[in-house]
């Protein structure tokens, strides 16, 4: 017969440790979770785009810049084969506490690697940040049932890994070129959507690949930061 147990920091930190992922699941069913809150301020959030002629500048200088920017700072880097007209793209998309002010002189590091063509720094509640990582910044579009909400979401397949060592040249090269092969096959159609994604958390850098099942809409770029990507600002 099982055992029902409390395991917290201070109770059965052991089993606490393990059902944090230390123990692969092994180690018992968790039945009920508690969770403490706190309030959260306003953050700043910010989307950079470049000339894809510029993609391996910026790569090379994220990777420089972003694991040495401080906590409070999220920080992601696309690499972006489209399936609409126009070539790949590359931008750099994140979230700060703290102020605008503060956060464009962070950016400067990374903003001196090339000029943006397009640059949007802006404030923003905390649920409204969550709500636009999460492709859901129209909040109706996002809840089935609700009228005129959109119940079909664009399906993705997704991989990831973590990785403490940044791409070297031939590396970001080598990111380049299977970028612009897939943009450049035709057979592919409306299903050649894919992003290599380059993020920054706790001092590591995470790199993942995405790719739509069907056709993606430009800004649905967010629908997974609320979770793994932005889990360093809860």
């Known amino acids: 017969a099982g055992q029902a147990l409390l395991a917290n920091q201070t109770q059965h930190p052991d089993l606490y440790w393990a059902c944090r992922g230390g123990g692969a699941g092994q180690f018992g069913i968790v039945t ?8 959260a301020s306003d953050v700043v959030t910010y989307r950079a785009t470049w000339n894809w002629s510029d993609a391996a500048a910026v790569v090379a200088a994220w990777q420089a810049w972003a694991p040495t920017a401080p906590d409070e700072l999220f920080s992601m880097c696309d690499l972006i084969a489209t399936d609409g007209p126009g070539g790949p793209i590359v931008a750099s998309n994140g979230q700060y506490f703290g102020s605008e002010a503060a956060l464009q002189s962070l950016l400067q590091p990374l903003l001196n690697a090339a000029t943006p063509q397009t640059m949007t720094i802006r404030t923003r509640s905390f ?17 089935i049932g609700v ?12 991989k990831s890994d973590y990785v403490a060592t940044a791409l070297p040249a031939g590396g970001i090269r080598a990111l380049i070129q299977k970028i612009e092969q897939r943009q450049n096959d035709s057979a592919l159609g409306g299903g050649k959507r894919v992003r290599p994604l380059l993020v920054h958390a706790a001092g590591e850098l ?29």
């Open 32 to 39: 009920s979770f508690v969770f403490d809150t706190h309030p």
């Open 127 to 143: 649920i409204n940040a969550a709500l636009d990582w999460a492709n859901c910044s129209d909040v109706a579009r996002c809840h």
């Open 147 to 158: 009228p005129s909400a959109e119940v079909g979401r664009s399906d993705f397949l997704a």
């Open 206 to 234: 995470h790199a993942g690949r995405r790719q739509c099942a069907q056709p993606c809409r430009t800004h649905d770029r967010h629908n997974r930061k609320a979770g793994a990507e932005s889990h360093r600002n809860l």
